[in-house]
């Protein structure tokens, strides 16, 4: 039996709306490349946003065409995001920091028709632009005093653009299954992928991260988002923090900048931020070496990569700041799980709450989880079995742009049964709070059972005289695979093999200790400082146990 | 362009998966017919909720049957909103408290095929049940030892059809616009009306009202909502606290009784609760009489009629709770507004603070607000200018179950631009406070002006010899309508029409002081309480002003 109640599609122009009539006076605060403090409201957000709608069907823009960015975090970036997605038209957020091919790739795969780039990211695209293929105009985010000198034809300036614009508008209501947006993931291996996000997908995101126990965002906060908006929506901040009518601060290219990130934070009373753990680094440096404080900062979530231990404390225990660790993937749009404390865990002692924001966090309502062993059965929510995670949620992708989306088939990253593999190897504890262990492809597999490729170079790398250790599981004729240990030492140290798989006997079950060790000057790194283990592998390739 | 986003549907069962693998011990606890203190967790609701799918399976129901439910607030009533759900049954939640031809004629229009009936409940059942067309079983919500002796055919005991049951169910995905739920709205005038909701309305209304500056429902919470679950889904709560995880304190029949009110929110630490203002009415003089405390009790909300100020001010000043004011409708799921402060507003006095809280809140996102003239212009959010109040939404129904789903005709409550009439006729203030002024069938509209039914009767009421006064629009042959006030004395109180009518005059707009005042003994009341303005309107039909 069908239901009577409205087919109201969720569409991120409702987020506009909502926010322009209910908080028309609300602040958003940005640094840019040509103003170094540009503040406005939501009502001009808005007015603007409609501007761009008018300016982008001026250009010849349809529903449906990819708007290229290759911009930092600003209130221009800010109107891209709801002007392009509102008319139909899909966002589509390039992260200039890749490899000048990997941007050129995403460019033409995409089939961007206009792209629009802030003044510092102009030279990248001088050199990319005689092989883009489909980009018709580039369109610079700054106004006709900041415009930069460029040979490039068909170079607008954004602030003209806009000038000429009306601000009458009607955002119009379409399928909410219609992508909004668009981000390509980038591995160690192939070209980048582009994971298409929708209206729905977004909304529905925008709800389940702003809950109590997920983010608790309110109109009362305001919002520091130092996540790029070119990584996965900024977490979603943008969409999430102007629907429920926060204060908005962005620091535009001053993403690590901890005296700018400081600054932002005092001024403008930020209580939430967002970064990954290598930002929070920075900032804490720059607060130990100054001196200088962040007493409304209450929160601050962090994500991208596990968060070590001592951000957490320095920022607990110097800062009264709590620390949330989530986790998630382009893919999944990308919030997964977060941390949030169950009834009774108040009363834990500190050291046993820092454990627990040091997992990766419980499940948020509409994404499902599990772990499963190598035949898919899934293992019990203990907190000791590892198997690899699977997702499932009306926010996590069904495959990539212009791939498969066969469930189960090549390319496709979704299994026969609708779930996504996430890639990783994860515990789950009794309470839901879930562990990252390794990579599906760095488990290393022995004899039936799984050993974390990161527990082995963990408990090597407390050895005082080991700089750096990778795992990598080898072939081994009776157990399929065996560890094998590659160290960098310390300058001037020297130990031997037998040293170090004695040292590591008592930190590891028996099956986990390496069966060897070899010794090498560097490891190889990928361009976000990860250990390269494929590169080892190959390196590796020949290696034979004796 | 089509997002490639997982078109996983949103699902009430999902939210019953969710809490049993999150929350396996959190707790559930009951006041029934047979259990003053009933107790069991949610790995129990979920397990019983799948044997009542089984059960219900096996006695033949099918997808989209309707099945009724008469009952209170407790553990077998929530099972009963989950496992018929979950099945794509439709849990019809009928109130008992209507007149029995009411009850009759709801039970026969929705042709429910099975009951489930509280004990208190069945001797209303056996008055009725020779009348039920549809009802192919009775089933009586108890154990053998409480079963009632009856003369009915066809009756099964609840805990006896469970115990029978595996509790191996997989809950299916399907549609989720299919019909999960339905309730009957009742007015003054013909047949009550069925509302029939949807498995994604109820799933985005409760997102949207868990959100911090809704509700602000997390794990932490211990809820207890007095309102009942057949009444609107007891505004959602049943779907919202399960969701967050929340433990969840249900009073049973003993909704007004403010003893087991105070008993229940001091022993399980209730931190939430809500409830119309007679229930808070009865609880604060059942506290004041007794001395007892609600220590725990943060939040009190309240909706269903205007909540009187002196409660908001008790509970603030007495107990340290706040009250938490909302609107909405049957037709809404219920929630459009709820009270909520922005930024800044923290630091007003108390006064202007309650002054806030006194009027019906600011829409949650998801629900649209407009305020209209006569001829469907929009007003502005002035706080003054006040009109017709329309509502749009994915939450908000399209018509009513059987009768015209076409916008704009004779039956369907939504007007061609697909906005739902209301019937409340409300200002909205620059912040997005709205305020309730009167129903649009009680406003007098005189010479192009639109005067408060409302306003009038308050400003009379404040008379000390006036006990209770009623105002009607009536015909004038030069500004169409002008107000007569019907006024019911204090005892032994002599007053002229002339008197209350220069009493009135510094009181109210030049345009708003009635014309004439007629006296009466007494006042026509609905069921709820509420004035019989529609009756008035019959008895003084004949009434020329002179």
Known sequence: MKALMMNTQLMISSILRHAEKNYPNQQIVSVTADNPRHRYTYTELAKRSRQLANALEGLGAKFGDRIGTLAWNDYRHLELYYGVSGTGMVCHMINPKLFPEQVNYIVNHAQDRFLFVDVLVMPLVEALHQNFESVEKI????????????????????????????????????????????????????????????????????????????????NMDVCLPIVPMFHVNAWGIPYASIMVGAKLVMPGPKMADGETLQDLIENEKVSYSSGVPTI???????????????????????????????????????????????????????????????????DLPDEKIIDLQAKQGRSVFGVELKIVDDDNNELPWDGVAFGALKVK?????????????????????????????????????????????????????TGGEWVSSIE????????????????????????????LLIVVLSDGAELTAEHIIDYLKDKLHKWSVPDDVVFTDALPHTATGKLNKLALRNTYKEYQFS
């Not at 299954?177 to 997908?201: D, E, I, L």
């Not at 991208?304 to 989530?326: H, M, N, S, W």
């Not at 790398?461 to 250790?469: F, M, N, T």
Request: with cysteine; glycine share 10%.
């Open 393 to 445: 949620g009306p926010w996590i992708a069904t495959g990539y742009y212009g791939m498969s989306q066969v469930p189960g088939s090549e390319g496709c990253p979704v299994d026969e049964d609708g779930w996504l593999n996430t890639g990783d190897v994860a515990t789950i504890d009794p309470d839901g709070f879930m562990q990252i262990t390794d990579r599906t492809k760095d488990v290393i597999k």
């Open 280 to 346: 929070w680094m920075a900032l804490l440096d720059y607060l130990d070496k100054s001196g200088k404080k962040i007493d409304s900062l209450k929160v601050a979530s962090t994500g991208g990569a596990a968060c070590p231990r001592g951000i957490i404390e320095r920022f607990k225990y110097d800062y009264d700041t709590k620390v949330l660790q989530g986790w998630g993937m382009t893919e999944m749009s990308p919030l997964g799980t977060l941390f949030s404390l169950k009834p009774g865990m108040q």
């Open 456 to 483: 082995i170079e963990n408990a090597a790398a407390s050895h005082p005289l080991i700089a750096e250790a990778a795992a990598i599981g080898r072939y081994h004729p009776k157990w399929t695979e065996r560890p």
């Open 139 to 218: 369109i610079v985010l700054t106004d006709k005093a900041h415009m930069p000198k460029t040979s490039l034809p068909n170079v607008l300036c954004y602030e003209e653009l806009l000038a000429q614009q009306s601000d009458n508008y009607i955002w119009p209501e379409f399928d909410e299954n219609t992508a909004c947006g668009m981000c390509y993931t980038s591995g160690t291996t192939g070209n980048p992928k582009g994971v298409v996000y929708s209206h729905r997908s977004t909304l529905l995101h925008a709800y389940a991260g702003a809950l109590p126990d997920a983010t608790n965002a309110s």
